[in-house]
Antibody, heavy 120, light 111 residues
Framework: EVQLVESGGDLVKPGGSLRLSCAAS????????LSWVRQAPGKGLEWVGR??????????DYAAPVKGRFTISRDDSKNTVYLQMNSLKTEDTAVYYC???????????WGQGTLVTVSS | DIVMTQSAPSLPVTPGEPASISCRSS???????????LDWYLQKPGQSPQVLIY???NRASGVPDRFSGSGSGTDFTLKISRVEAEDVGVYYC?????????FGQGTRLEI
C-alpha cells in the first residue's frame, strides 16, 4: 500500500523558515518523481514544485511565487522528500500536500497534507 | 503560464442524473505524441485530492466507469453518467503539459 505522510507544518512568523518532510512507502522511491501542491484556506489547488528522480537528473522546477525561497530535495536512503521554505510570507499559509508524480503526467497518490500558518 | 478556466464554480445535480464539467486552457494541451496533458481531480470534503482522469480521457485505477473525460486541444469535459451522493466535492482540471503546472479554479458538485 502506497503511503505518503507529511510532517513539519507549524505556525511561523513572516520571514521565518520551515522544513516539511514527506515520508513515502509502498513504491520504488528511487524512481519516483515527487511534487508539492498547496491549498490556502478555502481556496483551490496551487502547484508548488517538483523533483525528478536521480535517474532523470533530479531536476527541480518551481512555481514563480516560491522560486528562490523554497527548495525541494530528496533523500532516497530515507524514502523522504523535503520542502525547505525560507522567507515565508503570509500568503504561503496553506495545507501542503506531497504527491507522487507519474512522469509529469498526473499525480496518483497524495498525502494527507500538513498545515503551514504564517502569521505574526 | 497556461491558464485553466472551469466553466462554473458550482453545479447543482440530482442523484441518478448526468452531470458535466467543462474546462478550457489558454493554449493547446496536445503534444507531439497526440496526448492531451489534461487531468481531472476530485477533492471530497475533508480529504486530499484524488485523480479521476489523466491524459484527457484515461480513467485512473479504481475510478468508477460512470466517470469519463473527453476533449482535445483547449476544450475538455468531465462527465458523470449518473451522479451518486459520494460524488460530491470539488472537481479540478489540471494541465501537465508544461511547468508551471496549473489548475482550474474548481467546480463544486452539490446535491
Amino acid at each position: 500500500e502506497v503511503q505518503l505522510v507529511e510532517s513539519g507544518g507549524d505556525l511561523v512568523k513572516p520571514g521565518g523558515s520551515l522544513r516539511l518532510s514527506c515520508a513515502a512507502s509502498g513504491f520504488v522511491f528511487t524512481k519516483a518523481w515527487l511534487s508539492w501542491v498547496r491549498q490556502a484556506p478555502g481556496k483551490g489547488l496551487e502547484w508548488v514544485g517538483r523533483i525528478k528522480s536521480k535517474g532523470d537528473g533530479e531536476t527541480r522546477d518551481y512555481a514563480a511565487p516560491v522560486k528562490g525561497r523554497f527548495t525541494i530535495s530528496r533523500d532516497d536512503s530515507k524514502n523522504t522528500v523535503y520542502l525547505q521554505m525560507n522567507s515565508l510570507k503570509t500568503e504561503d499559509t496553506a495545507v501542503y500536500y506531497c504527491t507522487t508524480d507519474v512522469l509529469g503526467i498526473f499525480y496518483n497518490y497524495w498525502g494527507q497534507g500538513t498545515l503551514v500558518t504564517v502569521s505574526s | 503560464d497556461i491558464v485553466m478556466t472551469q466553466s462554473a464554480p458550482s453545479l447543482p445535480v440530482t442523484p441518478g442524473e448526468p452531470a458535466s464539467i467543462s474546462c478550457r486552457s489558454s493554449q493547446s494541451l496536445l503534444d507531439s505524441n497526440d496526448h492531451n496533458y489534461l487531468d481531472w481531480y476530485l477533492q471530497k470534503p475533508g480529504q486530499s485530492p484524488q485523480v479521476l482522469i489523466y491524459l484527457g480521457s484515461n480513467r485512473a485505477s479504481g475510478v468508477p466507469d460512470r466517470f469519463s473525460g473527453s476533449g482535445s486541444g483547449t476544450d475538455f469535459t468531465l462527465k458523470i453518467s449518473r451522479v451518486e451522493a459520494e460524488d460530491v466535492g470539488v472537481y479540478y482540471c489540471m494541465q501537465a503539459l508544461q511547468t508551471p503546472i496549473t489548475f482550474g479554479q474548481g467546480t463544486r458538485l452539490e446535491i
